[in-house]
């Protein structure tokens, strides 16, 4: 193994160990359960890792990611055959000093307008509110302007 191998992979470490939770999250969300969810992480890196030589940077390692595990969702999906309603992790919601009456009030009215989305759109508000990513980077990863 040559220097610049050794640096391949130790960058790829790097990125496994940065990514992980966040295309972990995704899987959850797409999948609603963590054996699924778990999977489509493993699938994710595994591909990335056979590709990584490949990555050229013109994005950031994340954007890439995050665009190999929707395609890695989607084809289990369409395997599938079906599409599962995405739910919401408890540690998103907000904390305020609402009864939790009214908090469930809301997360239930929250769940069912985001599950009245498309799930293009469902995707695109996980990415933007939940994971974080920039409109750029969104944009990137679905393939739209």
């Known amino acids: 193994m040559n220097a610049n191998e050794r640096t391949n992979d130790e960058t790829f470490s790097d990125a ?8 972990f999250q995704l899987g959850l969300r797409m999948f609603g359960n963590e054996a699924d969810a778990e ?3 493993q699938q994710t890196f595994f591909q990335a890792y056979q590709k990584w030589d490949q990555f050229e940077g013109r994005s950031q390692d994340k954007t890439w990611l995050f665009r190999i595990a929707l395609n890695v969702c989607r084809k289990q999906l369409q395997d599938r055959g079906r599409f599962r309603t ?3 992790d408890s540690d998103h919601h907000p904390t305020s000093p609402m009864s939790k009456m009214e908090t469930n009030e809301l997360s239930e009215t929250v769940k069912s307008a985001f599950g009245q989305l498309a799930s293009k759109h469902q995707l695109i508000l996980t990415l933007f509110c939940i994971d974080g990513l920039q409109h750029a980077e969104i944009s990137e990863i679905l393939g739209v302007p």
């Open 16 to 23: 496994l160990e940065a990514h992980w939770k966040s295309i």
């Open 39 to 41: 999977e489509a992480a």
């Open 86 to 88: 995405v739910t919401l």
